[in-house]
């Protein structure tokens, strides 16, 4: 079966945490139609941006969940967040391009550009559904857990394009400082990782494509380390500032001890060993765990980014 190459994953090296979602804005014909899309009395663009960025998430942890569902870990929550990820997936695809009171899209999308993104998501999206239903119906359909599996990255790579059209379109430069739009891209970014290495782990253990699976995760455990530390104690050079006051570093803290404990079963991956049930299991769980605690300090960050406006 096709497989995506596994070198569409995010860029792994600090400097590339820049917020590069803003880099396709110089497109000429993009721009004229950005112009279009003003709203007098009351903008959705943040929360295009967030749904967008979301959509990255729920790529990785659709395909985490029925890995780890048909290979008998974590069994009642994986299921539980397989059926919440899909259904989030399936609304928030629809609310980008025909909006969504309830979700704060206020209007159907008009750009062409973004409609396009939108759309190639959602033929990718719609070529596993079939396979995530029935993974939800019969939790050892293995055959249909791997569709999903060779599909992710290619998804990933397309919600990845698709968050960086919408937040070229969307963000505006006065509503928070370049330095502190930079910092939540990466904390957002943050979520993304943790289901990923939900992915690459449960590959690992299930021995599909796992020497693949090693690389990246290995790959994947530095990234999302140094993005922590950058963003706990600052990385001056790549223009990230130490963690700006109490409530964000005490997140921040809780983000370090936890992973410190996730690292080790990972890391026992990573060199060839193996682990056992309840390990794999740990596993899973805790990087939901650091999944909800990512979301709270974006809350955090964008509280603080939004002090002066």
Known sequence: MFRTPRCVIVPL??????FAATANAEEATGQAEILDVQYDVESDGADRIHI????????????AASCALTSDIAVDEAHDVLELATAQFDRYIVA????????????????????????????EWDAIHGAIDSVLED?????????IDDHNLKLLELTTILASDI????????????ADAMTIEIAGRQRMLTQKMAKDACEVWTGYHAEEAKEDLAQTMTIFEASLNALRFGL????????????????????????????VNAQTLVDGGTLNEEQKTEVFHDLEV???????LLLDYKEYAERAH
Request: proline residues 4%; glycine residues 4%.
């Open 139 to 147: 939790g050892h359909d293995v055959e249909s857990a791997h569709i």
């Open 52 to 63: 967008a960025g979301q959509l990255r998430t729920l790529t990785q942890q659709v395909a």
């Open 96 to 123: 980008l391009k025909e909006g969504d009171e309830g979700l704060h899209i206020l209007h159907p999308e008009t750009r062409r550009l973004t409609i396009a993104d939108i759309d190639h998501v959602r033929e």
């Open 13 to 18: 090296s600090i400097a590339a945490l820049s």
């Open 236 to 263: 001056p050079e790549a223009g990230i500032q130490a963690a700006p006051n109490d409530a964000i570093r005490n997140d921040l803290d809780e983000l370090l001890a936890r992973w410190d404990i996730i690292k």
């Open 290 to 296: 650091e999944l909800a605690d990512l979301d709270h």
């Open 167 to 178: 937040a070229s379109q969307y963000a505006h430069p006065f509503e928070i400082s370049a």
